[in-house]
């Protein structure tokens, strides 16, 4: 049963556009909701995280909206770079399972030029 | 530099076959995990240890086992019980207990022959 959903699946962006990428939950016991990105055949890297009590967080281009009461919250990457072209996973932490992570299915993000 | 090993990046298994997959940290991380990655299936999980000699099931762990007889070490080992081992398998590590982010190796693609 997947607990995180993420939407879309795939998106296309030009160049200097806005890439935003959605998540919803329903597990409030989730404490913690980071986003990795993932080029092929590497391994997931942290991108940006935020807490709960935190509605939005910016780190450079990347910034997490946080809707506690909604339960959803989302990507934006701004000016897009045919260098963000990754798949970008949304995930959610619950002190159960010990600090496991539940991942969204992923969306596969191209940038033209 | 200190990170997440994962070994070998490719492995084939026959039929009938056992095959463990290596994961080795020096990052003195507490907590470590397996997740397994399908396409369009986000990252599920495996197994997790949070301290040495002690590791408890995620959501997907029958045909699979593990050990963590040191911190750094955390092997899973794919049984001949796993009837679709086709994946690309990513091991994590995390400090226990803490909002820290978790640190990915970069997989291990697993076929079948």
């Known amino acids: 049963q997947q607990q995180v959903k993420q939407s879309p699946q795939s998106l296309i962006v030009q160049k200097g556009g806005i890439s935003i990428i959605n998540c919803a939950y329903e597990?409030?016991?989730?404490?913690?909701f980071p986003w990795y990105q993932q080029f092929p055949g590497k391994g997931p890297a942290l991108l940006i995280a935020?807490?709960?009590?935190?509605s939005e967080k910016k780190e450079g281009r990347f910034t997490i909206s946080f809707n506690k009461s909604a339960k959803q919250f989302s990507l934006h990457i701004m000016d897009s770079q045919p260098g963000d072209s990754a798949t970008y996973f949304c995930a959610a932490r619950t002190p159960n399972s010990g600090y496991a992570l539940n991942f969204g299915k992923g969306t596969s993000l191209l940038v033209t030029p | 530099d200190g990170g997440i090993t994962q070994s070998p990046k490719y492995l084939f298994r026959k039929e009938g076959q056992n095959v463990t997959l290596s994961c080795e940290q020096n990052?003195?991380?507490?907590?470590m995990y397996w997740y397994r990655q399908d396409p369009g299936q986000g990252l599920r999980l495996i197994y997790y240890?949070?301290?040495?000699?002690?590791?408890q099931k995620g959501d997907i762990a029958e045909g699979y086992s593990v050990s963590r007889e040191k911190k750094e070490s955390f092997p899973l080992t794919v049984t001949s019980a796993q009837k679709n081992p086709t994946a690309f398998y990513l091991c994590a590590s995390t400090p226990r207990g803490s909002l820290q982010p978790q640190h990915f190796g970069d997989g291990t693609r697993l076929s079948i022959l």
């Open positions: 990052l003195n991380h507490d907590a």
């Open positions: 597990n409030t016991a989730f404490d913690y």
């Open positions: 240890s949070q301290i040495v000699n002690d590791f």
């Open positions: 935020i807490r709960p009590d935190v």
